[in-house]
């Protein structure tokens, strides 16, 4: 199974972006999906997982401004009040089945 991500860009602090992940419908609602990000010289980091039965969670440092959410073959994450920090290459990814998307790069400015 191939995943696409897709949704990135450039934006300035305190703007917004949805990335988008497509995949299969069935893996989807099968499996937890998880976005990951990666910046220089830091390690992946998970910013959001969609269990499948349609729970989600989130660290703190983008809790209440990123929202993971799941239609189908495809999962979205959409991010709010963006900051500098948060500039990454952001991924998805199905790990229990070790699917994972090419990345997307995301570079917020301040």
């Known amino acids: 199974v191939q995943l696409q991500a897709c949704g990135g860009g450039l934006v300035q602090a305190g703007g917004s972006l949805r990335l988008s992940c497509a995949g299969s419908g069935s893996i989807f609602s099968m499996n937890s999906v998880t976005w990951h990000r990666q910046a220089p010289g830091k390690q992946r980091e998970l910013v959001a997982v969609?269990?499948?039965?349609?729970y989600t969670n989130y660290p703190d440092s983008v809790k209440g401004r990123f929202t993971i959410s799941r239609d189908n073959a495809t999962v979205y994450l959409q991010m709010n009040s963006l900051k500098p920090d948060d500039t990454a290459v952001y991924y998805c990814g199905v790990p229990r089945r070790r699917y994972w998307g090419q990345g997307t790069q995301v570079t917020v400015s301040s």
């Open positions: 969609i269990t499948s039965a349609g």
